[in-house]
Antibody, heavy 115, light 110 residues
Framework: EVQLVESGGGLVQPGGSLRLSCAASGFTFSSYSMNWVRQAPGKGLEWVSY????????YYADSVKGRFTISRDNAKNSLFLQMNSLRDEDTAEYFC????????WGKGTTVTVSS | QSVLTQPPSASGTPGQRVTISCSGSSSNIGTNTVNWYQQLPGTAPKLLIYSNNQRPSGIPDRFSGSKSGTSASLAISGLQSEDEADYYCAAWDDSLNAWVFGGGTKLTVL
């Protein structure tokens, strides 16, 4: 079964950092690009970042550029999102999602930025 | 303000057919294919339609998608109570180098 499981969310103060992880199973992780997508409470979906299968191509939403860093470890079937200089507006459920067509989603991990 | 424009709400009675529109521009829907996602309350989004009109395995044929120019539509026929959910359209935007989503449409089954 194809599965994505996020972890690493939590409560952090404004200006703080957090590192999210996504463990992939049930498919050849190294063959797929990956994405992070977030959803603020009661709001719609917002794409955050994309990384190609070999990490050679990376894109970020303007709202996180310069603060967030996406990376992956194909040997460990894992995707990461390093989030620095966190702001109140980064509070959201963060989903990892597979592929250039975003066809499979994890269940998400909650990030709350508050003092 | 979302790059793709959807109506915030839609409704229908059981058995009815409803459509949800999604309007974009030449850099996203006009150039690339459209996906539709269904998000049931408290759950992660699920891919409903990909490549404008293709259904993943397990998605009933009551769900269909279409695209024309810079707009796309999702149609749900034979509406059922379990279809009550939020629906989102999405497409890659070549100018932004980003996935863009619609603001979502909350479907109510009356």
């Amino acid at each position: 079964e194809v599965q994505l499981v996020e972890s690493g969310g939590g409560l952090v103060q404004p200006g703080g950092s957090l590192r999210l992880s996504c463990a992939a199973s049930g498919f050849t992780f190294s063959s797929y690009s990956m994405n992070w997508v977030r959803q603020a409470p009661g709001k719609g979906l917002e794409w955050v970042s994309y990384i190609s299968s070999s990490s050679s191509v990376i894109y970020y939403a303007d709202s996180v550029k310069g603060r967030f860093t996406i990376s992956r470890d194909n040997a460990k079937n894992s995707l990461f999102l390093q989030m620095n200089s966190l702001r109140d507006e980064d509070t959201a459920e963060y989903f990892c999602a597979r592929g250039h067509s975003i066809d499979v989603w994890g269940k998400g991990t909650t990030v709350t930025v508050s003092s | 303000q979302s790059v793709l424009t959807q109506p915030p709400s839609a409704s229908g009675t059981p058995g009815q057919r409803v459509t949800i529109s999604c309007s974009g521009s030449s850099s996203n829907i006009g150039t690339n294919t459209v996906n539709w996602y269904q998000q049931l309350p408290g759950t992660a989004p699920k891919l409903l339609i990909y490549s404008n009109n293709q259904r993943p395995s397990g998605i009933p044929d009551r769900f269909s998608g279409s695209k024309s120019g810079t707009s796309a539509s999702l149609a749900i026929s034979g509406l059922q109570s379990e279809d009550e959910a939020d629906y989102y359209c999405a497409a890659w935007d070549d100018s932004l180098n980003a996935w863009v989503f619609g603001g979502g449409t909350k479907l109510t089954v009356l």
